[in-house]
């Protein structure tokens, strides 16, 4: 997790000073609903766009530096964005729930034996019939750069008990290195 912290005290590859296209997208087309958690939040971006579109909004992130900056962005926006520096493996000391739960490339940076971890603590949180929505690296992206890949094998693996998969399709990683993005996976998973 140093890392992170690290990388946030210049400007990482993937803080492309907006919301993710494919957010937005979800957004517009009212898929996402209600209270909303951003896991591995960042510096904000998606968060504080919901937020802006009326959704209640809260942030976590295990970089001291990304939440800062997290919290001074909402701060010149007069949003009321929550932000908090947090382990995601002990989200479920946050003591509450979620309508949606959004994801933008944190599941890839998850090791084997953290992601079944994760995936307790997000049904710890999202309420029943709630939907996380995942934005990660896919295995047709080519290697040699950024984060882990993930097959859709994999995922349906990790949420195959008490998760029903909506979709995974082909989506974009937008990030400041590479114009074009990444090839990703997005997927929509509902907490039965």
């Known amino acids: 997790m140093e890392f992170f912290d690290e990388a946030y005290h210049g400007t990482p590859p993937w803080d492309i000073g907006r919301a993710q296209r494919e957010f937005v997208r979800l957004e517009e087309s009212g898929k996402i609903s209600g209270d909303v958690l951003d896991v591995g939040c960042g510096t904000g971006d998606n968060a504080l766009f919901l937020a802006e579109r009326g959704h209640e909004v809260w942030g976590v992130d295990s970089a001291p530096a990304a ?72 295995e047709l992206e080519p290697g040699g750069y950024g984060p882990r890949r993930i097959r859709q094998e994999e995922i349906r693996a990790a949420f195959s008990d008490g998760w029903k998969i909506n979709e995974i399709r082909a989506a974009v990683f937008e990030s400041r290195t590479r114009a074009e993005g990444s090839r990703a996976w997005l997927s929509s998973i509902t907490r039965v």
């Open 67 to 138: 939440i800062e900056t997290a919290q001074k962005k909402a701060e010149e926006r007069g949003l009321g964005a929550t932000f908090l520096v947090k382990d995601i493996l002990t989200l479920h000391e946050i003591g509450r729930t979620f309508d949606t739960v959004i994801d933008s490339g944190l599941f890839h940076t998850l090791s084997d034996p953290e992601r079944p971890v994760f995936v307790w603590n997000l049904s710890e949180i999202l309420k029943r019939n709630g939907t996380y929505f995942m934005l990660a690296f896919s």
